[in-house]
């Protein structure tokens, strides 16, 4: 704490899509830390206005506009200190079925945030990546993944005391904005069935804390280009259904309709190639960006004599949660327990 205030006392930090779940949440852990501003960049006015009206302060100030133009993310951008960069589309079903909107924003709006990060010299950034970005199948995957590819391109054409380009990968974020738990409260409130897609598809479940800490902790320890993932736990969609059922006292049917556009049966955090590659940190994996040029001659002698038989680390693999489990970690959540009757 006293490292981070030191850090963060008297800067400037700006955070795109900055309205979102992430937005609210890591802008609550900010504020201890005497920031001299904070900047909220997005493109929802309303959002913006709830988000003045709720905190009331000052060091707040609030920026329209959108990362797919570089004018606008060029005046939220000037005497930056560091940003965290949020702003994304994030439904699969809605950027399979629009995917140049996805490109526009998930990768030449990042490339307009990280180049415009460089020019203005900012300290660094941090950019906000998914599970879906790994062996992608969905359009939001693809381009989260050539997010993360621009980030490390650029990060390699810098020198010692530019921008500090990172990122960071996680799972579903449990109870953040569009997520499967605020629909199965729902649609228990309303004595509606809920809707399964396939009760035995696996998914990572990570509290919003836990992003956050993602976030500072890649914040603090990152080398030029690195990618940090936090280790979860994760259950299947059938045992999240059973568990809210459980809680609510519910006994409303399960309605399984099959997967979605774009979906996986699970999903994965790291690439067995990254894990060989990559520093174990405890709760997290610190994956180091490949620096080699592209003169490959002169790696020709250079092998990788790691164990082959390192797997991908997935929601299939990873911890399973059992279904008094999942009830456990969904009661630790706010957005839960203050919807219970009481």
Known sequence: MNHLNNTFKGKTVLITGGTGSFG?????????????????????????????????????????????????VNRA??????????????????????????????ILGSHNVIDSAVEHKVRGIVCLG???AVYPINAMGMTKALMEKVAQSTARSLNDG??????????????????????FIKQIKERKPLTVTIPD????LLPL????????????????????IRKAPACTVGDLAAALKDIFSSEVPVKIFGMRHGEKIYETLATCEELRKAEDMGQYYRIAMD?????YNKYFTEGDVKEAEIQDYTSHNTYRLSVAEVKELLLTLPEVTSEIPS
């Open 24 to 72: 609210h949440e890591f802008l609550s852990y900010l504020l201890p830390f005497g920031c001299k501003e904070i900047r909220i960049f997005s493109r929802d006015e309303l959002k913006q206005e709830h988000m003045r009206i709720e905190y009331n302060n000052p060091i707040l100030k609030f920026y329209i506009g959108d990362v797919r133009d570089r004018d606008s």
């Open 77 to 106: 951008m000037k005497n930056v200190d560091f940003v965290f960069h949020a702003a994304a589309l994030k439904q699969v079903p809605s950027c399979e079925f629009f995917p140049m909107q996805a490109v526009q924003t998930n």
């Open 130 to 132: 998914t599970d879906k």
């Open 162 to 183: 530019d921008t500090l380009i990172s990122s960071v990968r996680y799972g579903n974020v449990m109870c953040s904005r569009g997520s499967v738990i605020p629909l």
């Open 201 to 204: 598809m696996t998914r990572f």
């Open 209 to 228: 804390k836990h992003a956050i800490e993602l976030v500072a902790f890649a914040f603090e320890h990152a080398q030029q280009g690195d990618l940090f």
């Open 291 to 295: 620096d080699r040029d592209l003169n």
